[in-house]
């Protein structure tokens, strides 16, 4: 794919979205105690995770040092978007104890790490610094789902709300929130992803027509998890809403995009979006296409 994320913007669109009256707050919802931004920064970039090539892979390792990581976070806080969704990681939770001992109050809503071998652990330590909520890795919850160990994840939800965190649940898969739902488990908001990434490379390649080279991005997915989004009983926080670039080809592309996901989205819905502002200011970008597009909604 010719893509690679939002840098490839033609530079007089991407210089149209720095003017400094684009800095402005988006609106706020409750989530639980806190007041949050509709609008949370995810951390997929800071981690490496493009979900476009191992080279985006690398470049977005190599440009977000501390210190990048950390001017991220100020420049959201300054704009109006105080959530932060990201891994609980080493490093995560390294970096965000250095933000904090320098001033910086972003909220943290943290996925479980996976790759840690003792998760409840890792939902302790969630709690002890400072997190506002947890929810457990939609891959992981995916793979569980699959297996039939739900009660694996069933039973992380629980440590998390016996550590005080506000409880949530990662899926790919609409089926899952249906699942969860019967079953009327002790959660507080869902994290969703309108593209199912968690398919085998058969099930893909069937719904391509032929073979899949990377991580496959079905279009229709997004309109089934939407509709499920708006019958949730709980607070989903959307993602992926720009399929990792691949509805960035232009500033009315990605608006479209936005619009759709606000569209089906209940009032206290938001959507987290990652940054990768090596090129440009896409926390002004983003902060000025979601206040744009949830005044529209909002209007008769």
Same mark, same amino acid.
């Given at each position: 794919?010719?893509?690679?994320? /939002?840098?490839?913007?033609?530079? $007089?669109? %991407? !210089? =149209?979205?720095? #003017?400094?009256?684009?800095? *402005?707050?988006? @609106?706020?919802?409750?989530?639980?105690?806190?007041?949050?931004?509709?609008?949370?920064?995810?951390?997929?970039?800071?981690?490496?995770?493009?979900?476009?090539?191992?080279?985006?892979?690398?470049?977005?390792?190599?440009?977000?040092?501390?210190?990048?990581?950390?001017?991220?976070?100020?420049?959201?806080?300054?704009?109006?978007?105080?959530?932060?969704?990201?891994?609980?990681?080493?490093?995560?939770?390294?970096?965000?104890?250095?933000?904090?001992?320098?001033?910086?109050?972003?909220?943290?809503?943290?996925?479980?790490?996976?790759?840690?071998?003792?998760?409840? /652990?890792?939902?302790?330590?969630? $709690?002890? %610094? !400072? =997190?506002?909520? #947890?929810?457990?890795?939609? *891959?992981?919850? @995916?793979?569980?789902?699959?297996?039939?160990?739900?009660?694996?994840?069933?039973?992380?939800?629980?440590?998390?709300?016996?550590?005080?965190?506000?409880?949530?649940?990662?899926?790919?898969?609409?089926?899952?929130?249906?699942?969860?739902?019967?079953?009327?488990?002790?959660?507080?908001?869902?994290?969703?992803?309108?593209?199912?990434?968690?398919?085998?490379?058969?099930?893909?390649?069937?719904?391509?027509?032929?073979?899949?080279?990377?991580?496959?991005?079905?279009?229709?997915?997004?309109?089934?998890?939407?509709?499920?989004?708006?019958?949730?009983?709980?607070?989903?926080?959307?993602?992926?809403?720009?399929? %990792? !670039?691949?509805?960035?080809?232009?500033?009315?592309?990605?608006?479209?995009?936005?619009?759709?996901?606000?569209?089906?989205?209940?009032?206290?819905?938001?959507?987290?979006?990652?940054?990768?502002?090596?090129?440009?200011?896409?926390?002004?970008?983003?902060?000025?296409?979601?206040?744009?597009?949830?005044?529209?909604?909002?209007?008769?």
């Amino acid at each position: 794919m010719a893509i690679s994320r /939002r840098y490839l913007l033609a530079s $007089a669109t %991407a !210089g =149209a979205v720095l #003017a400094s009256d684009t800095r *402005a707050d988006v @609106d706020r919802v409750k989530f639980g105690l806190a007041s949050i931004c509709r609008l949370v920064v995810g951390g997929n970039p800071v981690s490496g995770y493009s979900h476009m090539s191992e080279t985006l892979n690398s470049e977005m390792l190599d440009y977000f040092t501390a210190s990048n990581v950390k001017k991220l976070l100020r420049d959201c806080e300054q704009a109006g978007i105080n959530a932060w969704q990201s891994r609980a990681d080493r490093f995560v939770m390294r970096i965000l104890r250095e933000y904090r001992s320098e001033g910086g109050r972003i909220e943290w809503i943290a996925q479980t790490a996976s790759e840690l071998g003792d998760i409840d /652990r890792n939902i302790k330590e969630i $709690a002890a %610094a !400072g =997190a506002i909520a #947890a929810y457990n890795h939609g *891959a992981n919850t @995916d793979a569980l789902w699959k297996s039939g160990k739900m009660e694996v994840v069933h039973d992380r939800l629980k440590v998390m709300r016996q550590a005080g965190l506000r409880v949530g649940l990662g899926t790919h898969t609409p089926e899952v929130i249906d699942y969860v739902e019967s079953k009327d488990w002790d959660v507080d908001f869902y994290m969703t992803c309108v593209y199912n990434m968690s398919r085998s490379k058969q099930d893909a390649e069937k719904l391509a027509g032929g073979s899949v080279e990377g991580e496959f991005f079905y279009e229709p997915d997004r309109k089934q998890m939407l509709e499920r989004v708006r019958k949730a009983s709980k607070q989903c926080l959307i993602f992926k809403v720009y399929g %990792a !670039g691949r509805r960035c080809r232009s500033q009315e592309d990605m608006r479209r995009a936005l619009s759709e996901v606000f569209e089906y989205a209940k009032p206290a819905d938001v959507v987290v979006i990652g940054m990768f502002p090596k090129y440009k200011d896409q926390v002004a970008e983003d902060c000025r296409l979601v206040k744009e597009v949830t005044a529209a909604v909002k209007r008769p």
